[in-house]
C-alpha cells in the first residue's frame, strides 16, 4: 500500500510540474519607453509644446492620475491588471530591476535580431541590413514535429521579412503593406488588404498603421489557429520619433487594448483557453536623462539600451512587478520562449541562456 501510494504521488508530482504551454503568442511594441511603462505619463514632456500636440489637457485626463500606479495603470489597464495579477513584468530600473539590449547599436533590426535569435550578432548594424543570416526562435519551433507548419508572424515595418528570413524560415510573415492571403486571400482577408492599401500613410510604404497589423493577426488566430504567433506593432516608435507624446500614449494604451483582446480570445477559444502564453517585450529604449531625447534612440542617447518585458501564461509564476534586484538582458529571451514551449534552442550561432526566474519551480 505504501508503494502504491508514492508511486501515485510521483506521478501527482510529475503531472503537475508538466508541461502546460502549447502556444506561445510574442508581442512587441517598438520603442516604448520603460519610462512610462513604470511611472506614467512624463510631466516634463507632457507640459512641452514642442511634444503636447496643443493638448496637454487631453494628456492628463486620460493618463494622469494621483500617483505613477495610477497613471501607469491609466495608459495600460490590462497591463497592470490582469498581466500584473497573473504575471511578470520586468524592467523597473529604479528597483534596480534591469533590463537591457546587449547589442552595442540600441536601435530596432540589431534589437529585434537579438531577441529572436538569442544572439548578439555585430554584423546586422543597420536598420536596411540584408536578409538575417541567423537563425531565429520562431523559425526553430516551426522545424518541430509537433507544431511544424503552425507559425506566422504579422509587423507593421517592412524589414521584418528581412529580420525573420522569411525565404529561408519557412513561415509566413506578413508585414507593412504584404496582403495577407496570398494570391487566394478569402474576403475577410481581400477586406482588410483592401483597407490597409486604402488607407492613409503617415509612415509611407514602409510601414502600415498598427490597427490592420492587429486585425490581419487576429484573423489568423481565429481562422488558422497557430500554435507560435508573433505580433508587432510600431506606432508608438514612429510617434516618438515626431515627438508627439500624446499620439505615442494613445498609441501605446491601444496595444494595451489589442493584447487584452487577444488574451480574452485565448482564454475563451478551447485550443488555447489555459494552454497559452503571452510574452511582451520591445526592440530598443529611448532617451530619458536629457528629456528632448526621448523622441530618439541610438548608441549616443543616453538610456536608449533600456527595455522591458512581461510574460503571463501557465508556466509562468504569477510574480507580478518584479521589485528584485537583478540584470537580465534581450538576449535571453529567444532560450525563454523556447523553454516556455518545452523545447531548447539551438542554432549555428551562440544561444543564451533563459531568464530562469520567470518560470514556476
Known amino acids: 500500500m505504501k508503494k502504491l501510494f508514492l508511486t501515485a504521488f510521483v506521478l501527482i508530482s510529475f503531472l503537475s510540474s508538466a508541461q502546460k504551454t502549447e502556444n506561445i503568442i510574442v508581442i512587441t511594441t517598438d520603442g516604448f519607453r520603460w519610462q512610462e511603462v513604470f511611472k506614467g505619463i ?21 493618463y494622469a492620475g494621483a500617483d505613477f500606479a495610477s497613471s501607469r495603470k491609466k ?16 524592467g523597473n530600473r529604479d528597483l534596480g530591476n534591469k533590463v537591457d539590449v546587449a547589442n552595442p547599436y540600441w536601435f530596432s533590426y540589431p534589437g529585434y535580431s537579438e531577441i529572436m535569435t538569442g544572439n548578439v550578432d555585430l554584423k546586422v548594424n543597420s536598420n536596411s541590413y540584408k536578409a538575417n543570416p541567423n537563425v531565429n526562435i520562431l523559425e526553430y519551433l516551426n522545424q518541430q514535429p509537433k507544431i511544424k507548419g503552425k507559425t506566422a508572424a504579422f509587423g507593421a515595418w517592412d524589414a521584418f521579412d528581412r529580420i525573420l528570413n522569411e525565404e529561408r524560415s519557412g513561415f509566413p510573415v506578413i508585414s ?20 490597409r492599401n486604402n488607407s492613409y500613410k503617415p509612415f509611407n510604404e514602409g510601414e502600415c498603421l498598427d490597427v490592420f497589423t492587429h486585425y490581419q493577426a487576429m484573423n489568423e488566430l481565429k481562422t488558422n489557429k497557430p500554435k507560435v504567433l508573433y505580433v508587432a506593432y510600431g506606432e508608438t516608435d514612429e510617434w516618438a520619433h515626431h515627438g508627439q507624446y500624446k499620439s505615442y500614449l494613445d498609441a501605446a494604451n491601444q496595444v494595451d487594448k489589442w493584447i487584452k483582446e487577444i488574451w480574452d480570445f485565448v482564454q475563451n477559444d478551447p485550443q488555447y483557453k489555459n494552454k ?13 536623462k536629457i528629456k528632448t531625447q526621448w523622441t530618439d534612440h541610438g548608441s549616443d542617447i543616453a538610456g536608449a539600451s533600456q527595455i522591458w518585458f512581461a510574460a503571463m501564461g501557465p508556466e509562468i509564476a ?11 538582458y534581450q538576449k535571453q529571451f529567444a532560450q525563454t520562449i523556447a523553454k516556455i514551449m518545452g523545447y531548447t534552442f539551438s542554432a549555428d550561432h551562440p544561444v543564451d541562456t533563459e531568464v530562469k526566474e520567470v518560470f514556476k519551480k
Open 75 to 90: 495608459i495600460m489597464p490590462f497591463f497592470w491588471s490582469e498581466i500584473a495579477s497573473k504575471g511578470q513584468i520586468y
Open 276 to 288: 497559452t502564453t503571452i510574452f511582451i517585450t520591445v526592440d530598443h529604449g529611448r532617451g530619458d
Open 42 to 62: 512624463d510631466p516634463a514632456i507632457a507640459n512641452d509644446k514642442k511634444f503636447n500636440q496643443g493638448d496637454s489637457t487631453y494628456i492628463y485626463k486620460n
Open 176 to 195: 507593412a503593406f504584404d496582403n495577407v492571403g496570398g494570391t487566394k486571400p478569402t474576403p475577410t482577408q481581400k477586406l482588410l488588404n483592401d483597407m
Open 318 to 328: 504569477p510574480k507580478g512587478e518584479i521589485k528584485t534586484e537583478s540584470q537580465i
